[in-house]
């Protein structure tokens, strides 16, 4: 049906613009116009039965890949080496000779050789300040530094070693569980960064016997306005409580116009709090969404990069009322199949 359609239309056209050539111009635009819509809504319908859950692992891979992949060390410091880090914390920096002796033969800035000594940054992960069991350093000034190495100790065990890309000056927070009592640290790493472009999320870890246990990775920044996209994303998370974790997100999606940047077409904008369950099987939280229609594809539209086709899918009904209208935006309908020719290149 759909087909012939589009044969009678073509037909019609072309009989218009044989015998009356000026007054089939409007005609023709209009026709090339509805013609990009139906495949516009074609492609829509055709998305319908998409594999969500194996588009939002694909998206999420490489974030993933980064909160999984941190290097659990699980190694016991010598005494005299537990006396030489607990001076460093006090001096704020450390000698290249004790560097090595805890951390093994690990890349050293060509200043800080000839200066014989790293400057560090001391984080305590404890709520009791005068005894300190748990604890974290980054091996140069964070302040001033886009990327770390922090490593995580508990007493005079080295835990864990983490790379940190923060941007910015590097903050690890903590807290105590409620109902393991365990301590829980997080911070934030940078994905993506640039001009009207960035992207963060918060990695959470549980502190364990024999190293950091990855708990949770959820987006915490997401940026991203034209003209590097005819799509606007942004999206503000905060940790509003920790007795059960709950964050309070704020957030909106737009399609820009072509023509004219000024107009935007809303898609999606709301302030919502997300709680945070634990999953006793996989030793992990796990997002709830309770009273909201916000959902794990929503949210995991909001990431920059490769989340165009999920967004289409997440949003449809939203997106489908766009094109409703009787001149629906040629910048929605040209955005739409563009998502469906980058598809078809893959």
């Known amino acids: 049906m759909k087909t012939l359609f589009a044969i009678a239309s073509f037909f019609l056209l072309t009989i218009s613009l044989l015998f009356y050539p000026e007054r089939t111009k409007t005609s023709e635009k209009f026709w090339v116009q509805n013609s990009k819509k139906q495949e516009a809504l074609f492609f829509l319908d055709s998305i319908r039965s998409l594999n969500t859950k194996k588009l939002i692992d694909e998206i999420t891979a490489t974030t993933d890949s980064i909160h999984l992949n941190q290097r659990n060390i699980n190694k016991i410091l010598s005494p005299s080496d537990f006396e030489k880090l607990q001076q460093a914390i006090k001096n704020k920096e450390m000698p290249i000779t004790v560097v090595k002796s805890i951390f093994g033969n690990i890349p050293i800035d060509s200043t800080y050789i000839q200066h014989g000594a790293i400057p560090i940054t001391f984080f305590t992960l404890g709520q009791k300040k005068e005894v300190i069991t748990q604890y974290a350093i980054a ?193 929605v309908i040209n955005y739409i199949l563009e998502v469906k020719n980058t598809i078809r290149k893959k």
């Open 139 to 331: 091996l140069n000034d964070s302040n001033i530094s886009r990327e770390s190495d922090v490593y995580f100790f508990s007493e005079d065990t080295l835990l864990s070693r983490h790379h940190i890309s923060h941007r910015y000056a590097l903050d690890i927070q903590f807290y105590t569980d409620h109902i393991s009592k365990k301590t829980i640290i997080y911070y934030t790493q940078n994905q993506i960064s640039g001009s009207g472009t960035w992207e963060y999320h918060f990695n959470f870890y549980q502190y364990e016997k024999n190293g950091l246990r990855p708990i949770l990775s959820e987006i915490a920044i997401a940026n991203l306005q034209p003209p590097w996209s005819s799509r606007i994303i942004e999206l503000h998370s905060k940790i509003s409580k920790t007795t059960p974790l709950t964050m309070h997100i704020e957030y909106q999606q737009q399609l820009v116009d072509s023509e004219n940047p000024l107009i935007k077409h809303p898609i999606a904008k709301d302030s919502i709090y997300i709680e945070y369950q634990w999953n006793h099987t996989y030793r992990k939280l796990e997002t709830k969404y309770k009273n909201t229609s916000f959902s794990k594809e929503k949210h995991t539209s909001f990431y920059i990069s490769q989340s165009d086709l999920l967004f289409l899918h997440a949003y449809q009904p939203e997106i489908r009322q766009l094109l409703a209208y009787k001149n629906p935006s040629q910048s």
